[in-house]
């Protein structure tokens, strides 16, 4: 359903959405923004997967930050432990043991829901109403594509899935040519890709361009709250290893961009491509080929994200943080 705002207009229909994640230091940050945003987002569920760290760790995280935001409404539903067919890999290096790093994490009160993730995606999609759903991909793709591979009527449900992942212009962050989540489970990543539904990939090429400095870093903790001062110690901690892998003055939030693009997709830009993944063993494992210049004539899969207003997504996570506790 629209809203309307304060003077009568009609503001942008709700987004009726399902957050898959693997929290992970950005992904906590990203579920905080999210569970802020009540008015543009409805959240129907956190399904989470393993790949930071263990599941049983990740699914713990979702609901800490489900109780940080007090949003305890949004049931958090476990999914795959591993990936398709790779062996997991873990960024406890990046992450920490715990998998937030920078604060100290404790056993929440709400558990999980009864389920799994997977049956929860395939039941949600399947009873939707025709292209309703945005699922935004925090991690590995492994849930949707295992929900896609047991029923892949489910895509008539979803309306759009945005994905933090990939990389083209300047390379990745796990090996020189892959990022992180697509590396993990490739085949997954591939499964989605060929599904055909309507795909927004948010690449290492946007998220590198949104760096934390200690200005920004300042305006967060200005707001002197508790979910204020997690997020500030989370991402000190968070940030060291990229600023000194890159080299650079700060660090990227990578999944938190997700959130923002759904809530002001006009603090980004990009274009439709053809995007294929390379899921063969090798150096090249996990690698995103965008054809950018559209050489190959190919038929565009994906809308690919290369800039972002950096101000204005630290000002817009700086507002909704301002809501929490
Ligand atoms: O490459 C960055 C991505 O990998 C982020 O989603 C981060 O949380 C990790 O999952
Ligand atoms: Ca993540």
Known sequence: MSLITANGAHAAEKIDLIIDTDPGADDVIALLFALASPQELSIRALTTVAGNVRLDKTSRNARLAREWAGREDVPVYAGAKKPLMRKPIYAEDIHGKEGLSGITVH????????????????????????????????????????ALIQEPEIVRGIKEVVIMGGAHFNGGNITPVAEFNLFADPQAAEVVLKSGVKLT???????????????RLQQIA????????????????????????YGIPGGPVHDATVIAYLLRPQLF??????????????????????????????????????NGDAQGFFDLLTERLARLK
């Open 269 to 306: 830009s990009g274009r439709e491509v053809n995007v294929v993944i390379d899921s063969r063993e090798g150096p090249t494992l996990g690698q995103t080929i965008v054809d950018w210049y559209d050489s190959l004539k190919a038929p565009k899969n994906a809308f690919w994200v290369e």
């Open 201 to 215: 990939y948010l690449p290492l090429d946007v998220t590198h361009k949104i760096l934390t400095s200690d200005t």
């Open 222 to 245: 200005a707001l002197n709250n508790n979910a204020s001062k997690r997020v500030v110690d989370i991402l000190n901690e968070y940030i060291k290893a990229d600023m000194e892998h």
């Open 107 to 146: 056993e929440p009160k709400k558990g999980l829901a009864e389920g799994n993730a997977i049956q929860y995606l395939i039941d949600t999609l399947m009873a939707a109403k025709s292209h309703s759903i945005t699922i935004a991909i925090l991690g590995p793709q492994t849930n949707l594509a295992l």
